[in-house]
Protein backbone atom coordinates (compact mmCIF):
# COMPACT_ATOMS: atom_id res chain seq x y z
CA UNK A 1 0.00 0.00 0.00
CA UNK A 2 1.24 3.28 -0.97
CA UNK A 3 1.97 5.99 1.61
CA UNK A 4 -0.09 8.37 1.19
CA UNK A 5 -2.82 6.10 -0.10
CA UNK A 6 -6.32 7.47 0.36
CA UNK A 7 -10.12 5.68 0.88
CA UNK A 8 -13.73 6.00 0.69
CA UNK A 9 -15.42 3.74 2.72
CA UNK A 10 -19.26 4.54 2.23
CA UNK A 11 -22.35 3.03 4.05
CA UNK A 12 -25.68 3.98 1.86
CA UNK A 13 -29.50 3.02 3.15
CA UNK A 14 -32.12 4.92 0.83
CA UNK A 15 -32.42 8.02 2.76
CA UNK A 16 -28.69 9.19 3.51
CA UNK A 17 -25.20 7.98 2.73
CA UNK A 18 -21.64 8.15 5.21
CA UNK A 19 -18.79 8.45 3.78
CA UNK A 20 -15.72 8.08 5.37
CA UNK A 21 -12.16 9.62 4.19
CA UNK A 22 -9.75 7.05 5.73
CA UNK A 23 -6.12 6.96 5.51
CA UNK A 24 -3.75 3.74 4.92
CA UNK A 25 -3.32 2.84 8.44
CA UNK A 26 -7.19 2.75 8.52
CA UNK A 27 -7.84 6.28 11.03
CA UNK A 28 -10.72 8.53 9.36
CA UNK A 29 -10.01 11.73 8.78
CA UNK A 30 -13.43 12.85 7.93
CA UNK A 31 -17.40 11.42 7.45
CA UNK A 32 -19.24 13.70 5.02
CA UNK A 33 -22.61 13.10 3.99
CA UNK A 34 -24.85 12.78 0.74
CA UNK A 35 -28.18 11.32 0.12
CA UNK A 36 -28.54 8.20 -0.25
CA UNK A 37 -28.25 5.68 -3.31
CA UNK A 38 -30.62 3.66 -4.32
CA UNK A 39 -30.45 1.86 -8.06
CA UNK A 40 -34.06 1.09 -7.86
CA UNK A 41 -34.94 4.93 -7.84
CA UNK A 42 -31.98 6.71 -8.50
CA UNK A 43 -29.60 7.07 -11.92
CA UNK A 44 -26.38 7.72 -13.29
CA UNK A 45 -27.46 11.25 -13.21
CA UNK A 46 -29.28 11.33 -9.63
CA UNK A 47 -25.70 9.96 -8.33
CA UNK A 48 -23.42 12.53 -10.21
CA UNK A 49 -25.86 15.57 -9.50
CA UNK A 50 -25.61 14.81 -6.12
CA UNK A 51 -21.53 14.28 -5.78
CA UNK A 52 -20.64 17.16 -7.64
CA UNK A 53 -22.71 19.44 -5.40
CA UNK A 54 -21.09 17.89 -2.42
CA UNK A 55 -18.04 20.07 -1.85
CA UNK A 56 -16.20 18.21 0.53
CA UNK A 57 -16.22 15.02 -2.31
CA UNK A 58 -15.26 17.46 -5.05
CA UNK A 59 -12.28 18.38 -3.09
CA UNK A 60 -10.69 15.27 -2.57
CA UNK A 61 -11.76 13.12 -5.07
CA UNK A 62 -8.59 13.15 -7.16
CA UNK A 63 -6.72 11.65 -4.24
CA UNK A 64 -8.86 8.69 -3.66
CA UNK A 65 -7.19 5.14 -4.67
CA UNK A 66 -10.50 3.05 -3.77
CA UNK A 67 -13.83 3.69 -2.95
CA UNK A 68 -16.03 0.57 -1.61
CA UNK A 69 -19.63 1.55 -1.33
CA UNK A 70 -22.66 -0.65 0.56
CA UNK A 71 -25.44 0.48 -0.50
CA UNK A 72 -29.27 -0.78 -0.05
CA UNK A 73 -30.86 -2.29 -3.33
CA UNK A 74 -27.50 -3.52 -4.74
CA UNK A 75 -28.27 -7.09 -4.62
CA UNK A 76 -27.64 -7.93 -7.81
CA UNK A 77 -24.90 -7.33 -10.59
CA UNK A 78 -27.25 -5.35 -12.76
CA UNK A 79 -28.35 -3.18 -10.35
CA UNK A 80 -24.86 -2.54 -8.53
CA UNK A 81 -23.67 -1.23 -12.30
CA UNK A 82 -25.96 1.58 -11.80
CA UNK A 83 -24.74 2.88 -9.43
CA UNK A 84 -20.76 1.87 -10.39
CA UNK A 85 -21.47 4.13 -13.20
CA UNK A 86 -22.31 7.21 -11.60
CA UNK A 87 -19.65 6.66 -8.53
CA UNK A 88 -16.81 6.06 -11.93
CA UNK A 89 -18.06 9.41 -13.26
CA UNK A 90 -17.44 11.09 -10.23
CA UNK A 91 -14.19 9.31 -8.80
CA UNK A 92 -12.30 8.67 -12.41
CA UNK A 93 -9.34 7.90 -10.87
CA UNK A 94 -10.56 5.38 -8.38
CA UNK A 95 -11.23 2.21 -8.52
CA UNK A 96 -15.05 1.35 -7.57
CA UNK A 97 -16.48 -1.61 -5.55
CA UNK A 98 -20.31 -1.77 -5.12
CA UNK A 99 -21.66 -4.16 -2.32
CA UNK A 100 -24.95 -4.82 -0.77
CA UNK A 101 -25.83 -3.10 2.28
CA UNK A 102 -26.55 -5.91 4.16
CA UNK A 103 -22.43 -6.89 3.50
CA UNK A 104 -21.71 -3.68 5.77
CA UNK A 105 -24.42 -4.42 8.40
CA UNK A 106 -22.75 -8.55 8.65
CA UNK A 107 -18.90 -6.26 8.49
CA UNK A 108 -19.92 -3.68 10.79
CA UNK A 109 -21.03 -6.11 13.58
CA UNK A 110 -18.34 -8.87 13.15
CA UNK A 111 -16.58 -9.82 16.14
CA UNK A 112 -14.66 -12.75 14.74
CA UNK A 113 -17.41 -15.23 15.42
CA UNK A 114 -20.54 -16.54 13.39
CA UNK A 115 -23.99 -13.92 13.66
CA UNK A 116 -26.95 -12.81 11.62
CA UNK A 117 -27.23 -9.56 10.86
CA UNK A 118 -30.13 -7.45 10.44
CA UNK A 119 -30.96 -3.91 8.95
CA UNK A 120 -33.86 -2.51 10.49
CA UNK A 121 -33.70 0.77 9.23
CA UNK A 122 -35.74 2.51 6.37
CA UNK A 123 -36.08 -1.05 5.02
CA UNK A 124 -35.22 -4.37 6.35
CA UNK A 125 -33.37 -7.15 5.79
CA UNK A 126 -30.90 -10.29 7.59
CA UNK A 127 -28.22 -12.45 6.17
CA UNK A 128 -25.79 -14.81 7.95
CA UNK A 129 -22.28 -14.14 8.13
CA UNK A 130 -19.39 -17.25 9.05
CA UNK A 131 -16.64 -14.98 8.62
CA UNK A 132 -15.94 -15.55 5.09
CA UNK A 133 -19.67 -15.83 3.14
CA UNK A 134 -23.05 -13.50 3.50
CA UNK A 135 -25.57 -15.79 3.09
CA UNK A 136 -29.35 -14.84 2.99
CA UNK A 137 -32.23 -17.61 4.55
CA UNK A 138 -35.23 -15.29 2.90
CA UNK A 139 -35.27 -12.25 0.50
CA UNK A 140 -35.66 -9.13 1.00
CA UNK A 141 -39.44 -8.09 -0.57
CA UNK A 142 -38.75 -4.13 -0.13
CA UNK A 143 -40.97 -1.39 0.55
CA UNK A 144 -44.73 -2.97 -0.96
CA UNK A 145 -44.09 -6.86 -0.09
CA UNK A 146 -41.79 -6.61 2.66
CA UNK A 147 -39.58 -4.45 4.71
CA UNK A 148 -41.56 -5.95 8.07
CA UNK A 149 -40.56 -3.50 11.38
CA UNK A 150 -38.76 -0.95 9.15
CA UNK A 151 -39.82 2.51 8.90
CA UNK A 152 -41.82 2.51 5.79
CA UNK A 153 -43.44 -0.76 7.64
CA UNK A 154 -44.55 1.60 10.35
CA UNK A 155 -45.34 4.77 8.20
CA UNK A 156 -47.65 2.23 6.21
CA UNK A 157 -49.43 1.17 9.46
CA UNK A 158 -50.01 4.64 10.60
CA UNK A 159 -50.91 5.48 7.31
CA UNK A 160 -53.21 2.62 6.78
CA UNK A 161 -54.77 2.97 11.03
CA UNK A 162 -55.22 7.12 10.27
CA UNK A 163 -57.34 6.50 7.27
CA UNK A 164 -58.99 3.45 7.92
CA UNK A 165 -60.38 5.41 11.60
CA UNK A 166 -58.65 2.82 13.68
CA UNK A 167 -55.53 5.23 15.45
CA UNK A 168 -57.13 6.09 18.30
CA UNK A 169 -59.31 9.30 18.60
CA UNK A 170 -56.51 11.55 20.71
CA UNK A 171 -53.80 10.47 18.27
CA UNK A 172 -55.66 10.89 15.38
CA UNK A 173 -55.98 14.56 16.09
CA UNK A 174 -52.39 15.17 16.86
CA UNK A 175 -51.76 12.95 13.41
CA UNK A 176 -53.53 15.08 11.97
CA UNK A 177 -52.16 18.25 13.05
CA UNK A 178 -48.51 17.25 12.85
CA UNK A 179 -49.24 16.55 9.07
CA UNK A 180 -52.06 17.98 7.92
CA UNK A 181 -52.76 15.17 4.15
CA UNK A 182 -55.47 13.71 3.35
CA UNK A 183 -55.70 10.92 0.94
CA UNK A 184 -55.12 12.00 -2.38
CA UNK A 185 -51.95 13.74 -1.02
CA UNK A 186 -50.95 10.50 0.38
CA UNK A 187 -51.64 8.49 -2.98
CA UNK A 188 -49.75 10.90 -5.06
CA UNK A 189 -46.78 10.84 -2.97
CA UNK A 190 -46.85 6.83 -2.47
CA UNK A 191 -47.52 5.82 -6.23
CA UNK A 192 -46.59 8.69 -8.53
CA UNK A 193 -43.85 10.27 -6.93
CA UNK A 194 -39.66 9.38 -6.78
CA UNK A 195 -39.37 7.57 -3.05
CA UNK A 196 -42.64 6.03 -1.62
CA UNK A 197 -40.35 4.40 1.00
CA UNK A 198 -38.30 7.37 2.67
CA UNK A 199 -41.96 8.89 2.53
CA UNK A 200 -43.43 6.42 4.33
CA UNK A 201 -40.35 5.94 6.45
CA UNK A 202 -41.02 9.63 7.78
CA UNK A 203 -43.60 8.58 10.00
CA UNK A 204 -42.01 6.68 12.31
CA UNK A 205 -41.34 9.73 13.89
CA UNK A 206 -44.77 9.89 15.05
CA UNK A 207 -44.28 7.03 16.98
CA UNK A 208 -41.05 7.93 18.64
CA UNK A 209 -42.92 11.02 19.99
CA UNK A 210 -45.80 8.74 21.09
CA UNK A 211 -43.89 5.41 21.73
CA UNK A 212 -45.79 5.27 25.44
CA UNK A 213 -49.08 5.08 24.31
CA UNK A 214 -50.33 1.56 23.81
CA UNK A 215 -51.17 2.27 20.85
CA UNK A 216 -48.45 2.69 19.54
CA UNK A 217 -46.35 0.23 21.81
CA UNK A 218 -48.16 -2.43 20.09
CA UNK A 219 -47.74 -1.24 16.85
CA UNK A 220 -43.54 -1.56 17.75
CA UNK A 221 -44.20 -4.68 19.49
CA UNK A 222 -45.79 -6.16 16.15
CA UNK A 223 -43.61 -5.45 13.98
CA UNK A 224 -40.54 -6.04 15.60
CA UNK A 225 -42.03 -9.95 16.41
CA UNK A 226 -43.04 -10.05 12.68
CA UNK A 227 -39.32 -9.22 11.38
CA UNK A 228 -38.00 -11.77 13.81
CA UNK A 229 -40.37 -14.84 12.77
CA UNK A 230 -39.44 -13.72 8.96
CA UNK A 231 -36.37 -12.80 9.02
CA UNK A 232 -34.43 -14.28 12.26
CA UNK A 233 -35.87 -17.67 12.93
CA UNK A 234 -35.81 -18.35 9.38
CA UNK A 235 -32.40 -19.31 9.66
CA UNK A 236 -31.88 -23.02 11.49
CA UNK A 237 -29.30 -21.82 14.16
CA UNK A 238 -31.29 -18.28 15.40
CA UNK A 239 -30.66 -19.65 18.98
CA UNK A 240 -27.21 -20.78 18.86
CA UNK A 241 -25.50 -17.70 17.61
CA UNK A 242 -25.86 -13.85 18.03
CA UNK A 243 -27.95 -11.92 16.61
CA UNK A 244 -26.72 -7.92 15.60
CA UNK A 245 -28.51 -4.84 13.98
CA UNK A 246 -27.77 -1.98 12.34
CA UNK A 247 -30.00 0.92 11.47
CA UNK A 248 -32.24 3.87 13.19
CA UNK A 249 -35.39 2.00 14.30
CA UNK A 250 -33.41 -1.09 15.91
CA UNK A 251 -31.30 1.71 17.41
CA UNK A 252 -34.28 4.05 19.06
CA UNK A 253 -36.82 1.08 19.79
CA UNK A 254 -34.11 -1.35 21.15
CA UNK A 255 -36.45 -1.58 24.22
CA UNK A 256 -39.18 -3.45 22.44
CA UNK A 257 -36.85 -5.53 19.80
CA UNK A 258 -34.87 -7.02 22.78
CA UNK A 259 -38.39 -7.94 24.38
CA UNK A 260 -39.10 -9.69 21.75
CA UNK A 261 -36.07 -11.02 20.85
CA UNK A 262 -36.57 -12.88 25.23
CA UNK A 263 -39.25 -13.88 24.54
CA UNK A 264 -38.25 -16.06 21.25
CA UNK A 265 -34.91 -17.09 23.00
CA UNK A 266 -32.93 -15.06 20.18
CA UNK A 267 -29.71 -13.91 21.84
CA UNK A 268 -28.94 -9.68 20.67
CA UNK A 269 -25.31 -8.72 20.86
CA UNK A 270 -24.87 -5.55 19.29
CA UNK A 271 -27.44 -2.62 18.22
CA UNK A 272 -25.75 0.15 16.65
CA UNK A 273 -27.55 3.35 14.75
CA UNK A 274 -24.46 3.78 11.27
CA UNK A 275 -22.31 1.32 10.72
CA UNK A 276 -20.36 3.19 9.16
CA UNK A 277 -17.04 3.07 12.11
CA UNK A 278 -17.73 -0.75 12.21
CA UNK A 279 -17.38 -1.00 8.63
CA UNK A 280 -13.95 0.93 8.28
CA UNK A 281 -12.66 -1.19 11.59
CA UNK A 282 -13.47 -4.50 9.57
CA UNK A 283 -11.92 -3.57 6.21
CA UNK A 284 -8.75 -2.89 8.00
CA UNK A 285 -8.75 -5.45 10.81
CA UNK A 286 -10.16 -8.48 8.24
CA UNK A 287 -9.47 -7.96 5.23
CA UNK A 288 -6.06 -8.66 3.57
CA UNK A 289 -5.71 -5.89 1.02
CA UNK A 290 -5.62 -4.02 3.68
CA UNK A 291 -3.13 -5.34 5.67
CA UNK A 292 -0.35 -4.80 3.10
Known amino acids: MKSGTHFLIADSGSTKSDWALVDEEGKIEAILKTRGFNPYFHDRNFILAELNSNAELSRVRKSIQSVYFYGAGCSTPQLSKKITDGLQ ?16 SAFACYSGKPEIACI ?23 YILGDEGSGSYYGKKLLQDYFYTRMPLELKGEFSNAYNINKDEVI ?31 MIYDGMMDFFRTHVCSFQDHQKVEVN ?20 NVTVNTIIKKPIEGLVRYHFEYLEEFQS
Open 120 to 142: LGTGSNSCFFDGENVSEEVPSLA
Open 188 to 218: DRVYRQPHPNVYLASFVKFCSEHRKHPYIVN
Open 245 to 264: FVGSVAYYFEDVLRVVAEEL
Open 89 to 104: EFFVDSEIHVHHDLDA
